[in-house]
Structures are given as C-alpha cells and as structure tokens.
C-alpha cells in the first residue's frame, strides 16, 4: 500500500484545514487507518484512528471535539477535518494503514505516507 498525505498548509489560529490520505496499491478497505503528527523536536503522537468499516473512530485527548476522522472506501481515501486550530497543532501530520485493526501505537500500523506540514499562526 503506498499512502499520500496532502492538504497541509499554513492557516490562522482558529482556522480549518482538511488532510487527505490517498492510497493506490491496494484497497484501504480492509485497514485500519489512523493519523499521527510530529512537531519539531517533539517526539510522534497519536491524533486519531478510524476503524476499516468507518464505525468507529478515537480520538487523542487533545483535538478531540476540533478533528474529525473519516474515510470513503470507494474512493481508497481516509480525511482528518481539522477545525479551531492551535498553534500548538502545529506539525508533520502523517497517516498510517494497519492490516488488522487499529492501534494508539504508531509501532502497530504496517504502512505510512510521507507527512503533510501543518503551520497554524498565532
């Protein structure tokens, strides 16, 4: 499975941004998704998975009530819609696949994209 990660960008504090992860190779039906993010010298953290048939998600204490996790099987796309943004949401946001459920751990997820640059300004 090979993942893309878009959508990311430079927004206000407050303002909203919506993550796109495509994946091509093989259908993300069947996977576990979730999303992850880096900032700078910080170490990686759990933002929020979503389970492959879509009913139910988690959520890091930290963005929930302000993301949404979601997915669309038919178009092979899972999406983090991401409102009241903080500067401190500032980062690398990533998405994983995990072949058999999901997973807080980043350890457990088999597949990853290549990161997408959040920046929000105070």
């Known amino acids: 499975v090979q993942l893309q990660a878009s959508g990311g960008g430079l927004v206000q504090a407050g303002g909203s941004l919506r993550l796109s992860c495509a994946a091509s190779?093989?259908?993300?039906?069947?996977?576990?998704m979730g999303w992850f993010r880096q900032a700078p010298g910080k170490e990686r953290e759990f933002v929020a998975n979503?389970?492959?048939?879509?009913?139910?998600?988690y959520y890091a204490d930290s963005v929930k009530g302000r993301f949404t996790i979601s997915r669309d099987n038919a178009k092979n796309t899972v999406y983090l819609q991401m409102n009241s943004l903080k500067p401190e949401d500032t980062a690398v946001y990533y998405c994983?696949?995990?072949?058999?459920?999901?997973?807080?751990?980043?350890?457990?997820?088999?597949?990853w994209g290549q990161g997408t640059l959040v920046t929000v300004s105070s």
């Open positions: 979503i389970r492959w048939s879509g009913d139910s998600t």
């Open positions: 190779g093989r259908t993300l039906s069947v996977y576990g």
């Open positions: 994983a696949a995990r072949r058999y459920g999901v997973s807080y751990s980043g350890d457990d997820y088999d597949y």
